[in-house]
């Protein structure tokens, strides 16, 4: 309940935060939304020897489209802001359909999807969700600026490659190739438990036939896993029935679940290929009663 | 002018409550609300490992750290004869461990500092060293041959067993069996739950020097319990101890018994001279303190082919954990375990029960339970489900055919208690058409030719609430009444003091409806106060549904003794003998000349202005109320429920409890008793979930692993009542705290199995997790819950 | 004393580095040093003794801390006091007005919306700003704003009741002015 000592620094700018981090030789860690941060400073599971909080850095609470499509989420954008976005569902189906199921309502007033990705647990649903996407994190440092595809950015439990000086500023969600479609299922104990398995499709369709495809697992692995396997199986088809069956099995047998007291190993890779179908057989369905 | 009953706020009224005010002001007064000149702060090092030799402690870095101001181990304890203390079921535990830790979250050490953040970084430098040895987790573990001996502290403690016990007709329930048509068998584990308070246990220990007295704040139920244990385990005066048990953020059995961060605390201030503040965090709440149930079962029924129950065999072992600190008063080693059975005409029945230690935290009966009677209730409902299904008879025939009929009272049950009223059809009946059984069974049977499966369970049960009576019922010797005490002022308000202790019943509101009921003086005149053992009369505090059993009983016989003497005083002022006066709510009048009479507020002026020649003044009094029996209140809960066959979800389509509590005193409360143990019923069935590895790591020791049911998920309820009143009670009432939570818990299973009927599983030990039904109804067996929990290596 | 939080004086020169931080609370304005690591339920219940907050479990699930922070609800468990510089935060006390309860606080009354207490101010907060955002909520949505907020005792259906009394009430007393 009482976190360790650690020094506070409040900067004004990205360019103040990198060198913030900078100085702070790894010892340093970003605050941001603090909503998983600080539960495990209190519990004494983190002790970080600075805190650089990036609130009071104006302009990076967005989430918007440009006008190719590409839609940005700011590192200050809170999960609610997503959840309460009333024209999310249209352009970005499948963050509408997990907005709502980070955390609880009220951790959702302040925990941002960028600080998501960059806690890196293998049970948090917004990395999923953005592999599914193929999206990026965007990350400052003192030598400039990258793109790291979150796929490639979420390197194990708890770790992603951001170098110790460089500041994730936003995501970025790549425009559509086609007409995007998608969904996110989590099976929890209850509303606002981590995930027992937790799945992110997005499919990209053109004309009737998919153009791209991704599939995102949460909580069945050591860190957020990649089903990409899974998802080629569905490009080019239409997401007939063979198709689905197939982009389950593949994405059951990508997952590597743990048993526990969540679930068997078995039971964990049975939920996932059950809701890689569900979703896209909802998919199917609400493009047929489009055509 | 007759005075209307529910208007002055008496029996019967759903009078809005009094603590409301306060507390919606965010105006209460906890524990950690209150903070003295100088106090200190504690924290606890807990142990990491289940079982452990502990080779050397080493406090140099503690000490170290600048605003440390005392630093607590076990062999400190031990110096001032404070390393054990005694249990409320005469065993011992450590306070603080000096040679072994016995489980994960154990009390090694404990800092005092200027506040709980240094108090923790201070205990974080704290270098124990550990020898591991093998944990324990399970009574079949503790009972194989050549387990480590958890007790070797213990004169005579070769192994792990801790009692070996069995009551009712061996002999007699042998022959049931042999002459029975069909055998219906059971087996299961009632898993371990947590009470989990939102609020943890806490304390604030003052020794003042100067007068030598020890005040201590805490989050206790039991206040005059805690003062005669500390008066006997820190050997202090009992006069100069003062217990102060504030408001409390609810306790459902966990604020029981007695902690050893209370007793360091305690010490603490004792040596330094200063207030000294303990506030356990919620891991330190769900991993050392008491808990309820983890008990197995292997149970079987006689039956004649049509249902009828001829014979109960059960047998249980028990998991206790480290130390064997039951907190409960009867004689019986295993509770009220054999109040099983009790609303069933049964002629005979047997029950073994044997308790382990285990390297698991201690306690045992906390919770929202009469002592063992969520267990004994839980498997009867179970297995009279599972009887139901081997006849092939439907669930609510085969009660009708057994219940105890309603001219059978008072009936001796099958293990001997006398239950004392009862109309159990009339409430099975009400919820059958409250649910739309028959409607239900058609829906049922049209989902299942689509692949859907829905299922009802019912659970009936009476259960004993209100221990004791003296002469069965004590804690370390102390006799189970409880007590009340009255002061009527000469304006006619009044104060009344009681040994219970409101955790959110409601005591200020309910208690004042008693005596408005009894006095006719308006609830609102009368302030009530509980929890300081300097103004409160002894009593026995507030759990196992004791307080309107017990308590409330006493507030009537009090508000009885005032009204004798009040009657005293009408007859002088009426100028009449006492024959002669009558009484009515609020009134005596002389009987020839209704017109005639004097309120209870003038008898009370004159009480302290106007005595009668040679009469005592003032119009105070206090009872002490020693029940004589139990009352048995009874409910019928009846759950319907959809499973997602591809998940093993399942939802609560419908809840209806019909609860008969007798006579009752603010039916708004009653129903928020009844909300509130229907959700925790339903959190046990559904989530709540502690369990541990086999290296015996607690699993569910903060609440993103014991979870704790919200807004979202909880199912709505559909309230009916019947009232029996309890022919024992002054007043009729028979006590409601906790019904729901003990008969809840087999409506969902029983539910959830109901819908499962034709899979080939016959039990799912609970909580009913998706992973685990799914895995019921595709592997068509039973799912053991039981730790440790398979994970992977 | 403790190094935690101090009301400013001269002597405030300590070893352990603070910071000096401006809060509005209820209304009112303090200015106060503390320690980086510091709670902000901490500093509202210690340093600002305002124990209508209360804190209930270490892992930022329970919602006894729950306090209105620029109007929108906040576990005060899990924000740090020196974040809320510049910032304004509501707890239960500044609920009601000098003269009257809230409806919120009303309805919470009137409903037997509770019962211990523990879990009721961070509960109303929670409410007063869902019917802050959305005046006319229905019984699913006050349940889903209610889902970070755990209550032990009372099974939340008459916390339910009473949100959506207090709402129809609020509704009244706006439509009428």
Same mark, same amino acid.
């Given at each position: 309940?009482?976190?360790?000592?650690?020094?506070?620094?409040?900067?004004?700018?990205?360019?103040?935060?990198?060198?913030?981090?900078?100085?702070?030789?790894?010892?340093?860690?970003?605050?941001?939304?603090?909503?998983?941060?600080?539960?495990?400073?209190?519990?004494?599971?983190?002790?970080?020897?600075?805190?650089?909080?990036?609130?009071?850095?104006?302009?990076?609470?967005?989430?918007?489209?440009?006008?190719?499509?590409?839609?940005?989420?700011?590192?200050?954008?809170?999960?609610?802001?997503?959840?309460?976005?009333?024209?999310?569902?249209?352009?970005?189906?499948?963050?509408?359909?997990?907005?709502?199921?980070?955390?609880?309502?009220?951790?959702?007033?302040?925990?941002?999807?960028?600080?998501?990705?960059?806690?890196?647990?293998?049970?948090?649903?917004?990395?999923?969700?953005?592999?599914?996407?193929?999206?990026?994190?965007?990350?400052?440092?003192?030598?400039?600026?990258?793109?790291?595809?979150?796929?490639?950015?979420?390197?194990?439990?708890?770790?992603?490659?951001?170098?110790?000086?460089?500041?994730?500023?936003?995501?970025?969600?790549?425009?559509?190739?086609?007409?995007?479609?998608?969904?996110?299922?989590?099976?929890?104990?209850?509303?606002?438990?981590?995930?027992?398995?937790?799945?992110?499709?997005?499919?990209?369709?053109?004309?009737?036939?998919?153009?791209?495809?991704?599939?995102?697992?949460?909580?069945?692995?050591?860190?957020?896993?990649?089903?990409?396997?899974?998802?080629?199986?569905?490009?080019?088809?239409?997401?007939?029935?063979?198709?689905?069956?197939?982009?389950?099995?593949?994405?059951?047998?990508?997952?590597?679940?743990?048993?526990?007291?969540?679930?068997?190993?078995?039971?964990?890779?049975?939920?996932?290929?059950?809701?890689?179908?569900?979703?896209?057989?909802?998919?199917?369905?609400?493009?047929?009663?489009?055509? | 002018?007759?005075?209307?009953?529910?208007?002055?706020?008496?029996?019967?009224?759903?009078?809005?409550?009094?603590?409301?005010?306060?507390?919606?002001?965010?105006?209460?007064?906890?524990?950690?609300?209150?903070?003295?000149?100088?106090?200190?702060?504690?924290?606890?090092?807990?142990? @990491?490992?289940?079982?452990?030799?502990?080779?050397?402690?080493?406090?140099?870095?503690?000490?170290?750290?600048?605003?440390?101001?005392?630093?607590?181990?076990?062999?400190?304890?031990?110096?001032?004869?404070?390393?054990?203390?005694?249990?409320?079921?005469?065993?011992?535990?450590?306070?603080?461990?000096?040679?072994?830790?016995?489980?994960?979250?154990?009390?090694?050490?404990?800092?005092?500092?200027?506040?709980?953040?240094?108090?923790?970084?201070?205990?974080?430098?704290?270098?124990?060293?550990?020898?591991?040895?093998?944990?324990?987790?399970?009574?079949?573990?503790?009972?194989?041959?050549?387990?480590?001996?958890?007790?070797?502290?213990?004169?005579?403690?070769?192994?792990?067993?801790?009692?070996?016990?069995?009551?009712?007709?061996?002999?007699?329930?042998?022959?049931?069996?042999?002459?029975?048509?069909?055998?219906?068998?059971?087996?299961?584990?009632? @898993?371990?739950?947590?009470?989990?308070?939102?609020?943890?246990?806490?304390?604030?220990?003052?020794?003042?020097?100067?007068?030598?007295?020890? =005040?201590?704040?805490?989050?206790?139920?039991?206040?005059?319990?805690?003062?005669?244990?500390?008066?006997?385990?820190?050997?202090? $005066?009992?006069?100069?101890?003062?217990?102060?048990?504030?408001?409390?953020?609810?306790?459902?059995?966990?604020?029981?018994?007695?902690?050893?961060?209370?007793?360091?605390?305690?010490?603490?201030?004792?040596?330094?001279?200063? @207030?000294?503040?303990?506030?356990?965090?919620?891991?330190?709440?769900?991993?050392?303190?008491?808990?309820?149930?983890?008990?197995?079962?292997?149970?079987?029924?006689?039956?004649?082919?049509?249902?009828?129950?001829?014979?109960?065999?059960?047998?249980?072992?028990?998991?206790?954990?480290?130390?064997?600190?039951?907190?409960?008063?009867?004689?019986?080693?295993?509770?009220?375990?054999?109040?099983?059975?009790?609303?069933?005409?049964?002629?005979?029945?047997?029950?073994?029960?044997?308790?382990?230690?285990?390297?698991?935290?201690?306690?045992?009966?906390?919770?929202?339970?009469?002592?063992?009677?969520?267990?004994?209730?839980?498997?009867?409902?179970?297995?009279?489900?599972?009887?139901?299904?081997?006849?092939?008879?439907?669930?609510?025939?085969?009660?009708?055919?057994?219940?105890?009929?309603?001219?059978?009272?008072?009936?001796? &049950? $099958?293990?001997?208690?006398? =239950?004392?009223?009862?109309?159990?059809?009339?409430?099975?009946?009400?919820?059958?058409?409250?649910?739309?059984?028959?409607?239900?069974?058609?829906?049922?049977?049209?989902?299942?030719? !689509?692949?859907?499966?829905?299922?009802?369970?019912?659970? &009936?049960? =009476?259960?004993?609430?209100?221990?004791?009576?003296?002469?069965?019922?004590?804690?370390?010797?102390?006799?189970?009444?409880?007590?009340?005490? %009255?002061?009527?002022?000469?304006?006619?308000?009044?104060? %009344?003091?009681?040994?219970?202790?409101?955790?959110?019943?409601?005591?200020?509101? &309910?208690?004042?409806?008693?005596?408005?009921?009894?006095?006719?003086? @308006?609830?609102?005149?009368?302030?009530?106060?509980?929890?300081?053992?300097?103004?409160?009369?002894?009593?026995?505090?507030?759990?196992?549904?004791?307080?309107?059993?017990?308590?409330?009983?006493?507030?009537?016989?009090?508000?009885?003794?005032?009204?004798?003497?009040?009657?005293?005083?009408?007859?002088?002022?009426?100028?009449?003998?006492?024959?002669?006066?009558?009484?009515?709510?609020?009134?005596?009048?002389?009987?020839?000349?209704?017109?005639?009479?004097? &309120?209870?507020?003038?008898?009370?002026?004159?009480?302290?202005? !106007?005595?009668?020649?040679?009469?005592?003044?003032?119009?105070?009094?206090?009872?002490?109320?020693?029940?004589?029996?139990?009352?048995?209140?009874?409910?019928?809960?009846?759950?319907?429920?959809?499973?997602?066959?591809?998940?093993?979800?399942?939802?609560?389509? !419908?809840?209806?409890?019909?609860?008969?509590?007798?006579?009752?005193?603010?039916?708004?409360?009653?129903?928020?008793?009844?909300?509130?143990?229907?959700?925790?019923?339903?959190?046990?069935?559904?989530?709540?979930?502690?369990?541990?590895?086999?290296?015996?790591?607690?699993?569910?020791? !903060?609440?993103?692993?014991?979870?704790?049911?919200?807004?979202?998920?909880?199912?709505?309820?559909?309230?009916?009542?019947?009232?029996?009143?309890?022919?024992?009670?002054?007043?009729?009432?028979?006590?409601?705290?906790?019904?729901?939570?003990?008969?809840?818990?087999?409506?969902?299973?029983?539910?959830?199995?109901?819908?499962?009927?034709?899979?080939?599983?016959?039990?799912?030990?609970?909580?009913?997790?998706?992973?685990?039904?799914?895995?019921?109804?595709?592997?068509?067996?039973?799912?053991?819950?039981?730790? $440790?929990?398979?994970?992977?290596? | 004393?403790?190094?935690? +939080?101090?009301?400013?004086?001269?002597?405030?020169?300590?070893?352990?580095?603070?910071?000096?931080?401006?809060?509005?609370? #209820?209304? #009112?304005?303090?200015?106060?040093?503390?320690?980086?690591?510091?709670?902000?339920?901490?500093?509202?219940?210690?340093? +600002?003794?305002?124990?209508?907050?209360?804190?209930?479990?270490?892992?930022?699930?329970?919602?006894?801390?729950?306090?209105?922070?620029?109007?929108?609800?906040?576990?005060?468990?899990?924000?740090?006091?020196?974040?809320?510089?510049?910032?304004?935060?509501?707890?239960?006390?500044?609920?009601?007005?000098?003269?009257?309860?809230?409806?919120?606080?009303?309805?919470?009354?009137?409903?037997?919306?509770?019962?211990?207490?523990?879990?009721?101010?961070?509960?109303?907060?929670?409410?007063?700003?869902?019917?802050?955002?959305?005046?006319?909520?229905?019984?699913?949505?006050?349940?889903?704003?209610?889902?970070?907020?755990?209550?032990?005792?009372?099974?939340?259906?008459?916390?339910?009741?009473?949100?959506?009394?207090?709402?129809?009430?609020?509704?009244?007393?706006?439509?009428?002015?």
């Amino acid at each position: 309940m009482y976190p360790s000592r650690f020094s506070y620094e409040a900067p004004d700018t990205v360019e103040e935060a990198i060198e913030l981090l900078r100085r702070g030789q790894g010892e340093a860690k970003v605050l941001a939304g603090g909503q998983s941060l600080l539960p495990m400073m209190k519990l004494r599971f983190a002790s970080p020897g600075t805190l650089i909080d990036i609130n009071n850095i104006p302009g990076l609470d967005y989430h918007r489209a440009d006008s190719d499509g590409t839609y940005r989420i700011g590192a200050l954008c809170r999960h609610a802001q997503l959840e309460k976005s009333p024209d999310l569902a249209a352009s970005q189906p499948t963050m509408a359909a997990a907005a709502h199921t980070v955390a609880d309502p009220i951790v959702r007033n302040r925990g941002t999807l960028v600080g998501s990705i960059c806690h890196a647990d293998p049970q948090g649903d917004w990395a999923s969700v953005m592999i599914s996407l193929g999206a990026s994190v965007v990350a400052k440092g003192p030598t400039g600026v990258r793109s790291v595809a979150v796929a490639d950015f979420v390197s194990g439990p708890f770790q992603t490659v951001l170098a110790s000086d460089e500041l994730a500023v936003e995501a970025v969600v790549p425009a559509p190739v086609g007409v995007r479609a998608g969904g996110y299922l989590k099976l929890e104990r209850r509303v606002g438990d981590f995930a027992t398995a937790g799945v992110a499709v997005s499919v990209e369709f053109s004309g009737s036939s998919v153009a791209r495809a991704g599939i995102g697992l949460t909580g069945v692995g050591s860190s957020t896993i990649n089903a990409a396997e899974a998802a080629a199986a569905l490009v080019g088809g239409s997401l007939s029935e063979t198709d689905i069956a197939a982009a389950a099995e593949l994405a059951a047998a990508a997952s590597r679940p743990r048993s526990d007291h969540r679930g068997s190993e078995s039971y964990k890779r049975h939920i996932v290929a059950t809701f890689v179908s569900r979703i896209l057989t909802s998919l199917q369905l609400s493009t047929q009663e489009v055509a | 002018m007759t005075i209307d009953e529910i208007k002055i706020g008496g029996l019967g009224a759903s009078r809005r409550r009094v603590e409301d005010n306060r507390f919606i002001r965010g105006a209460g007064n906890y524990v950690d609300d209150i903070v003295l000149p100088g106090m200190l702060h504690m924290e606890i090092v807990r142990s @990491p490992l289940a079982h452990a030799r502990i080779k050397s402690i080493d406090v140099t870095a503690a000490w170290a750290i600048p605003g440390v101001r005392l630093v607590l181990t076990g062999e400190m304890m031990a110096a001032r004869n404070l390393a054990w203390m005694p249990t409320l079921s005469y065993d011992t535990q450590a306070v603080l461990a000096t040679d072994k830790v016995r489980f994960q979250g154990q009390e090694v050490a404990a800092v005092i500092a200027d506040d709980p953040y240094i108090a923790k970084d201070a205990c974080e430098a704290i270098i124990v060293d550990y020898e591991p040895l093998p944990a324990i987790v399970n009574p079949t573990q503790a009972m194989a041959a050549g387990a480590p001996v958890i007790r070797d502290d213990k004169e005579n403690q070769p192994d792990n067993v801790i009692f070996d016990w069995d009551v009712g007709d061996k002999d007699g329930t042998d022959r049931a069996f042999a002459a029975a048509d069909v055998v219906s068998e059971l087996e299961l584990h009632y @898993p371990r739950s947590h009470p989990s308070p939102i609020e943890t246990c806490g304390s604030i220990a003052d020794f003042d020097r100067s007068t030598s007295k020890l =005040t201590v704040y805490m989050t206790t139920q039991a206040p005059h319990i805690i003062r005669a244990a500390v008066a006997l385990v820190a050997e202090l $005066p009992e006069h100069m101890i003062r217990i102060v048990s504030p408001d409390l953020g609810g306790g459902f059995g966990n604020k029981v018994p007695v902690y050893p961060g209370y007793v360091v605390s305690i010490l603490a201030s004792i040596l330094l001279e200063r @207030p000294v503040k303990w506030i356990e965090d919620k891991t330190g709440n769900l991993i050392s303190t008491g808990f309820g149930r983890d008990v197995y079962l292997k149970g079987q029924l006689a039956l004649r082919k049509d249902g009828k129950i001829l014979g109960v065999r059960m047998q249980t072992e028990s998991d206790h954990g480290a130390f064997f600190s039951d907190a409960q008063p009867s004689k019986f080693k295993i509770g009220l375990m054999h109040s099983a059975f009790a609303c069933y005409d049964v002629p005979t029945a047997h029950l073994t029960s044997r308790g382990f230690y285990t390297n698991k935290a201690p306690g045992g009966v906390a919770y929202r339970c009469s002592f063992r009677v969520t267990e004994a209730m839980f498997f009867q409902e179970r297995m009279v489900q599972a009887a139901a299904d081997d006849l092939g008879i439907d669930q609510a025939e085969i009660r009708r055919l057994n219940f105890v009929r309603d001219d059978d009272f008072p009936h001796r &049950t $099958p293990f001997g208690f006398l =239950t004392d009223s009862g109309q159990y059809g009339k409430c099975l009946e009400m919820g059958l058409e409250a649910i739309g059984y028959e409607d239900f069974l058609k829906q049922k049977e049209e989902a299942k030719k !689509n692949g859907r499966l829905l299922g009802i369970g019912i659970s &009936t049960m =009476t259960e004993p609430l209100g221990a004791g009576n003296s002469r069965e019922y004590d804690i370390l010797g102390i006799k189970m009444f409880d007590s009340a005490e %009255l002061r009527v002022h000469m304006t006619g308000k009044a104060i %009344l003091r009681t040994g219970a202790k409101s955790q959110g019943q409601g005591h200020e509101t &309910t208690w004042a409806q008693i005596v408005a009921h009894e006095l006719g003086i @308006p609830a609102e005149d009368i302030v009530v106060e509980e929890g300081d053992t300097d103004t409160a009369p002894f009593g026995m505090g507030t759990y196992a549904s004791r307080s309107t059993p017990v308590a409330g009983a006493a507030v009537s016989m009090v508000s009885r003794k005032i009204r004798a003497k009040a009657r005293k005083i009408a007859a002088h002022l009426l100028e009449v003998s006492e024959e002669d006066v009558e009484w009515e709510l609020g009134r005596f009048f002389v009987r020839s000349a209704p017109d005639l009479g004097v &309120t209870i507020q003038e008898c009370a002026n004159a009480a302290y202005s !106007n005595i009668p020649d040679g009469m005592e003044p003032g119009l105070e009094n206090n009872a002490y109320y020693d029940p004589p029996n139990l009352t048995w209140p009874f409910a019928c809960y009846i759950a319907t429920v959809e499973i997602d066959p591809l998940t093993g979800v399942w939802d609560v389509l !419908n809840m209806v409890a019909v609860d008969d509590c007798g006579v009752r005193i603010n039916p708004m409360i009653v129903e928020g008793q009844i909300m509130g143990g229907l959700t925790e019923a339903y959190a046990m069935a559904s989530m709540q979930f502690i369990t541990f590895d086999s290296e015996g790591n607690c699993v569910g020791s !903060n609440y993103m692993d014991y979870l704790l049911p919200t807004a979202w998920e909880t199912p709505g309820f559909e309230l009916h009542e019947v009232v029996t009143p309890c022919p024992h009670h002054p007043i009729g009432a028979k006590g409601i705290g906790e019904c729901a939570t003990v008969g809840g818990p087999a409506a969902f299973v029983n539910a959830v199995m109901d819908a499962l009927q034709g899979a080939g599983v016959r039990n799912i030990d609970m909580p009913l997790l998706p992973d685990r039904v799914y895995e019921g109804l595709t592997e068509g067996r039973d799912v053991s819950g039981a730790p $440790p929990i398979r994970t992977d290596a | 004393m403790t190094s935690l +939080f101090s009301e400013v004086t001269p002597e405030a020169a300590n070893e352990v580095a603070v910071k000096r931080i401006t809060v509005g609370i #209820n209304g #009112n304005k303090r200015t106060v040093d503390v320690e980086p690591r510091l709670l902000l339920a901490h500093l509202i219940r210690q340093g +600002f003794k305002l124990t209508g907050t209360h804190t209930g479990c270490d892992t930022t699930n329970c919602g006894a801390c729950t306090v209105l922070f620029d109007g929108v609800p906040a576990k005060s468990c899990t924000v740090l006091a020196v974040q809320a510089n510049g910032h304004e935060v509501t707890t239960v006390e500044g609920l009601a007005s000098a003269s009257e309860l809230h409806p919120v606080q009303e309805g919470f009354k009137d409903e037997h919306g509770l019962q211990c207490g523990f879990c009721t101010p961070g509960m109303m907060l929670t409410a007063k700003a869902l019917l802050d955002e959305n005046p006319d909520p229905t019984e699913d949505e006050v349940r889903w704003a209610l889902s970070g907020n755990l209550c032990r005792c009372t099974g939340y259906q008459n916390i339910v009741k009473a949100v959506l009394g207090a709402a129809a009430k609020l509704r009244e007393q706006n439509g009428a002015s």
